[in-house]
């Protein structure tokens, strides 16, 4: 197990290095001017201090290493759009708040989708099949946005049940969270349900049933251990997209999160916010793969053993 989480940390450190590069050299190929703001016009001499002051004076080589060899110190440097605020502290205070609502968005996904999806599995009523079959197809159907816009007007327009904008209260959560969780659910729902369904009929399923053991058991223990590799391998990318937030979602219901921060330092072209951001959706990513790689190694040997 040491070697290959070793070899899958290996992999993860190369790919965000190879991420950064890409993003480095992409950001200031972008046409415009970062430090032309609100139509101001800086004069040459301010617009020479503008750049010493962040490095773009240098050839772009040479800022290419100055920037790695700051990142490796967890200097990220200073925002250029928002002046005084170094990009170290934005993701501090920003990304907490997205990070919440993914992480509880996470949990509800996770809960209804398995249940859902052993429902549908193990079920003779048809009807209940159906049903959560057609709810499943609705949820990767139904864009979140729109699914967002839906419950607000029926909610907090209709039913004035919750507010809209902020997460001062804890039902604030509620609308936000079924909006951002919604795909994830039909995903697990479809995931375990066609898992489980394949698992149970195996052969040493139908041995273990021949043998007097409880279906309880013959669904827990044999069952659902192999039927949740792919919920297991799934699980990462849907946590680390969760916890990263959605520029729509926050956009929507207002939450000052850290998706808003992304698109406003690609708008502004601020160079070194975009970096800062990139490196840490990217640090999430690769975690979260790799979390998922060894939880799926840890329940099925084989895999480490195969690759």
Known sequence: MLKYATKRLVIGILTLFILVTI???????????????DNKVLSAEAYAAMEAKYGLDKPLPEQ?????????????????SKKGQQVSAIIAKRAPVTARVGAIAFVVALTIG????????????RWVNSLITLFATLGVSIPGF??????????????????????????????????????????????????????????????????????????T?????????????????????????????ESLFSIPGIGAEFTSSI???????????????GAIVIVMNLA??????AIDPRIKLGK
Request: overall charge positive; hydrophobic content about 50%.
């Open 114 to 125: 398995l249940t859902f999806g052993i429902a549908s599995a193990l079920t003779k009523k």
């Open 292 to 297: 998922s790689d060894l939880a799926a190694a």
């Open 146 to 219: 729109l699914f967002a816009m839906l419950i607000m007007i029926l909610f907090a327009v209709k039913l004035k049940l919750v507010g809209i904008v902020g997460l001062d209260k804890p039902q604030q959560y509620i609308m936000p969270v079924f909006a951002l969780s919604l795909g994830s659910i039909s995903s697990i729902t479809r995931l375990s349900r066609s898992s489980l369904r394949d698992v149970m009929n195996q052969d040493y399923i139908t041995l273990a049933r021949s043998k007097g053991t409880s279906e309880l058991k013959v669904v």
């Open 64 to 80: 290419y290493v100055i920037y790695l060899r700051n990142v490796l110190r967890g200097d990220f440097g200073e925002s250029i």
């Open 23 to 37: 993003t480095f050299f992409g950001v200031h190929a972008m046409p415009g001017d970062p430090f032309a703001q």
């Open 221 to 249: 223990k044999h069952g659902l251990k192999n039927a949740l590799l792919p919920v297991v391998t799934y699980c990462g990318p849907m946590f680390a997209g969760l916890v990263t937030g959605s520029l729509v979602i």
């Open 267 to 281: 708008t502004n072209r601020d160079y070194t916010l975009v970096m800062g951001l990139t490196i840490f959706f």
